[in-house]
């Protein structure tokens, strides 16, 4: 169900037509994700919601969630539903939105754009248009409509912050949306270029929820929040693809948040971007942790050593509480080995951890104890080799739950 780094928008672009296509015309067949109306009612979808929509739409549902948990649709208004599918979501919202409104069910693929406009265009649904394009490049003007709603679109779009600068762009000012997507509790790491595959198979490129959440701040939506959460890889009648989804904590999110009046300013945008909350999380989430943990010791102690002896060269002295020294070095040590016990839960590899306590024990061996230079560089050495070896066996697990030979 969603997009993974690396490949080319052609790529990406072909492999979601193809699994759509599929969907929409042959909706009885096996897929990796639930389909139709028992997935519908299974992620909460109110029986007369659903009674009035054709059974050939109903059977091409392919949603994650109930976007319509958070209400962003009212009478009057014209809704954008992007990444529309067959238009179970769209059929909602025209009836939503009543006579005075208007629904454009946008959607990439065109065999569901075709299947939607011909039942619609039947059935005499005359509020309700059907376009095709890209959640990249809406083919919309600026501030065009009063809600938009989605239902499982953006996991499939490549660049992601473009797709939420668009949706941006066409909303109203004060405007609402609303939206259910897939998130990820960690980052897939690995290269998953050789296996094309894993692009509609597998959870394998989904956003960490934070950063998804981050993206529409940065953009200038307020009021974002989460309305519901649920484990919809539960309902996946693939054993892979739940075990997959488990070992990243897929899942999905139900959320709502409104247009503000203007776009963030550049420099509030950067702050976002780059907030050191955010950046610990993402190195946390990407098993990076102890790396950082590990520069940072090396810093402290190397770093402080070379800059006491270039001071003296610039005609500057510098006051150096070693107790502190000691202590700081110490202390990002202890991160660092804690970081690689986090990694021993996910990989079970003891080797790692085993090496890291030899070398974390030699530097502080050297910093309280008995302080000799080479030993304490060999302590370094040891807790490097084992902070790399601890990322690639972090690695090598996520390339054998993804299926793939190794991690690189």
């Not at 008995?370 to 304490?376: G, K, S």
């Amino acid at each position: 169900m969603v997009a993974i780094p690396g490949y080319s928008p052609r790529q990406i672009s072909a492999a979601v037509q193809d699994m759509y296509s599929a969907v929409a015309e042959a909706p009885e067949s096996h897929f990796h994700f639930p389909v139709g109306r028992a997935a519908c009612q299974a992620l909460g979808y109110p029986g007369e919601q659903l009674a009035d929509i054709p059974p050939p739409l109903l059977a091409s549902f392919a949603g994650v969630g109930y976007p319509f948990r958070a209400g962003a649709i009212r009478s009057g208004d014209r809704v954008l539903d992007l990444g529309a599918g067959a238009g179970n979501d769209s059929l909602i919202a025209s009836r939503l939105a009543g006579p005075d409104g208007r629904v454009i069910a946008l959607d990439l693929t065109a065999p569901m754009t075709r299947k939607l406009k011909h039942i619609a265009d039947g059935s005499g649904i005359d509020n309700l248009g059907v376009v095709q394009g890209s959640a990249e490049q809406l083919p919309l003007p600026d501030g065009c409509v009063d809600s938009i709603t989605s239902n499982g679109a953006l996991n499939l779009v490549p660049d992601k912050r473009r797709a939420v600068s668009e949706l941006f762009r066409v909303l109203k000012p004060g405007g609402r949306l609303q939206l259910a997507d897939v998130v990820i509790h960690r980052p897939v790491s690995v290269d998953c270029h050789e296996d094309p595959r894993l692009w509609v198979e597998c959870v394998v490129g989904a956003t960490v929820k934070e950063e998804l959440l981050a993206l529409f701040e940065e953009a200038g939506f307020e009021d974002v929040r989460v309305v519901g959460e649920h484990d919809y890889f539960a309902l996946s009648p693939s054993d892979q693809t739940r075990e997959v989804a488990a070992s990243f904590g897929a899942h999905a999110i139900e959320v709502g948040m409104r247009r503000g009046a203007a776009a963030p300013s550049r420099l509030r945008q950067w702050w976002l971007r780059f907030a050191p909350g955010r950046w610990l999380l993402l190195l946390r989430r990407r098993g990076l942790f102890g790396i950082a943990a590990l520069c940072l010791a090396l810093l402290s102690c190397y770093g402080t050593l070379a800059l006491v002896g270039l001071l003296p060269l610039l005609g500057l002295g510098l006051a150096l509480d070693e107790g502190a020294w000691a202590g700081t070095i110490a202390a990002f040590v202890v991160l660092t080995l804690a970081a690689l016990a986090a990694g021993l839960r996910r990989h079970r590899a003891p080797g790692p951890l085993v090496l890291a306590s030899a070398g974390g024990g030699l530097i502080l061996y050297a910093l309280f104890i008995d302080y000799r230079a080479l030993v304490e560089l060999a302590g370094f050495v040891l807790l490097a080799i084992a902070t790399l070896w601890d990322l690639r066996q972090r690695r090598r697990q996520e390339a054998r739950v993804l299926g793939l030979a190794s991690g690189g």
